[in-house]
């Protein structure tokens, strides 16, 4: 076996392999460097609800808050009214899609998916915030929302980056998707066209990591929050316009 995997593997990459074995070798006899209570295999909570709240939570609404001028006129949220009542501007009515009849804020009961009872062009805004990870054809949200949307006006939409699974959700939706940059641009822009798609990554390497960890907005400073790093994206943020 030896002879013919020196006939196989070229003997420019050898050297790094065989590299590779010595160190796996020389690692199992090193002791494992103290992580202190991260030294762990499940998280501190789920979200970090208990530990002052969600980090993702402070990433979606610094990119709804700086784009606070977008909600206006008439604006769809998914769930619930929080986002477009806290931030928007100049708004003269609020509807709440929901999936779910029990939903007691719900004005309109539909799959975001795929919504025909709502008229086109019937909205300035639509605010979908981490909804688009439990949807299969990712497009389908995106093409509702161009539907729906008057011209000129504004889809603001949160994803998750580096995220765990939503254990709730996932059982009820399934989920499909984490997001990059690059992945939420170009397939928004599949949808509303070139230049008409800016996409904002929120997050850095504690960020993430804490995330996963499930600790909150306590654990961690405003400037540690604060701190962008486009290889550790937590909270992808996407603002697309309907052409006029």
Known sequence: MRHVWREHVPAAIRGPVNSFRHARRESKWRKPRDLGDLRRTTPFSTWGASRGGSIARVYIAEFISA???????????????????????????????????????????????????????????????????????????????????????VLLATAPGIARIAPVEAELFGEWWHFTSMSAKRVAEEIFGEGNVEVEAFGNVLAAAGFLFGLGTDDLTPEELALRDPAFQVIVGIRAVKAK
């Open 67 to 153: 784009h606070a001028a977008d909600i206006r006129g008439r604006v769809l949220e998914i769930a619930s009214d929080d986002y477009a009542r806290r931030y928007g501007r100049s708004v003269d009515e609020v509807d709440v899609l929901d999936i779910f009849e029990g939903n007691p804020r719900a004005t309109i009961v539909a799959d975001l998916a795929e919504a025909p009872a709502i008229p086109d062009g019937r909205f300035d805004c639509v605010l979908v915030t981490q909804v688009l990870s439990w949807i299969y054809d990712v497009r389908a949200p995106l093409r509702t929302a161009h539907r729906i949307l008057a011209p000129g006006g």
